[in-house]
């Protein structure tokens, strides 16, 4: 075991036991509280949230550490299952990191899912068809399998990789490096040929993590201009577009999650070493904790901005309640208060 300090050995931990509480909860608020006029973007949900608890298993199994140096950076696995097991855990750990990339792929699908619901509704029906199932079937395991056989091509340390990041982690660690399970991208000081693997695989992971952030843009621009026209024109009833615009911002809080847990960690990990800029306490408090924060934080979200969900967690009566506008409304805290104002701020701009 590598043990850096209380933090970093407990709050992945803490984090993963709540993951196993929360998912189940959102999962059976999902089944039994949805409102029928969601349809079949439940399954999608339920999707998300058994992903979320598989990626904390995976986390609980491969622990990771993120150490930068003057060659560049090293992810290496600090304690479990796998740590006595060089290439084994080097597996493991880009199995690991392909979580992240799955994570990106069930939010492209969930885009898809609410461009189709506004653009091509009379489609939406082969989703959870046959040719939707392996549509969505093939974009995992494209996302998950380029990103996993990346880190294991391009990114996995040998034994010359070890023996050069032997000293900064004696220095750091007060631990050797042989035999350590481990992912290194070494910009500077090394061999060509390490050089240019690690460059290789930081510039694909790049690619396939920039490419995601352009899906949900893309769509989400489209999305937000649909809504608005639909505004403007009244194709649709106020309670559907109530519903849209519902769904489509606890889409981008469920995007948002993901991007400051996980999209900005891994960037700011990858990219820092090559402008010579020490992230150390970054990479050892921030960084790794936050990729395990974001399973148990998103389904909490997304309760938190569904009215049934967070009535019914609270068990609080949904008394009706007609507003000014003619609306029908459950009374609401003080802090779901404030969730409902920025929801309506978002419903606005559309």
Not at 44 to 67: A, H, R
Not at 73 to 79: E, G, K, L
Not at 149 to 165: F, G, W
Not at 239 to 253: A, G, K, N, P, Y
Request: hydrophobic share 50%; net charge positive; proline share 5%.
């Amino acid at each position: 075991m590598i043990y850096m300090n209380w933090y970093h050995q407990n709050v992945p931990k803490i984090l993963g036991a709540l993951s196993f509480l929360v998912n189940p909860i959102f999962i059976y608020l999902v089944v039994t509280k949805t409102k029928t006029q969601v349809g079949s973007y439940k399954n999608l949900l339920i999707m998300f949230s058994v992903f979320d608890i598989l990626y904390s298993i995976s986390e609980i199994l491969t622990p990771l550490g993120v150490q930068g140096n003057k060659h560049g950076f090293v992810v290496f696995i600090s304690d479990g299952l796998f740590f006595e097991y060089p290439e084994l855990g080097q597996h493991a750990m880009s199995n690991r990191c392909g979580f992240i990339s799955i994570s990106y792929a069930l939010l492209i699908i969930h885009f898809v899912y609410r461009y189709m619901a506004l653009f091509y509704p009379h489609k939406l029906h082969l989703f959870f068809r046959p040719i939707g199932i392996l549509f969505l079937t093939l974009l995992m395991l494209f996302h998950a399998g380029s990103w996993t056989m990346i880190c294991q091509n391009c990114l996995a340390a040998d034994d010359e990789v070890r023996k050069i990041v032997r000293s900064s982690f004696i220095d750091q660690y007060g631990e050797e490096s042989n035999g350590v399970p481990m992912l290194a991208a070494l910009y500077w000081g090394v061999r060509p040929g390490i050089q240019f693997r690690s460059w290789l695989g930081i510039i694909l992971l790049t690619i396939i993590s920039w490419y995601s952030m352009a899906v949900y843009f893309v769509l989400g621009y489209k999305i937000i201009h649909k809504i608005r026209c639909m505004t403007i024109n009244r194709t649709l009833s106020a309670t559907s577009l109530r519903l849209q615009r519902q769904l489509f911002v606890t889409l981008v809080v469920q995007t948002c999650i993901p991007i400051v847990a996980s999209f900005l960690p891994t960037v700011i990990s990858w990219y820092a070493p090559i402008f010579g800029i020490d992230i150390g306490w970054w990479n050892t408090n921030v960084s790794t904790i936050a990729l395990a924060a974001f399973p148990c934080i998103d389904p909490l979200a997304v309760i938190i901005l569904v009215p049934n969900y967070r009535n019914t967690l609270l068990r609080r009566p949904i008394s009706i309640e007609p507003d000014t506008s003619g609306n029908i409304n459950p009374p609401i805290s003080n802090v779901v208060s404030m969730v409902r104002r920025i929801t309506t701020i978002a419903g606005t701009a559309f």
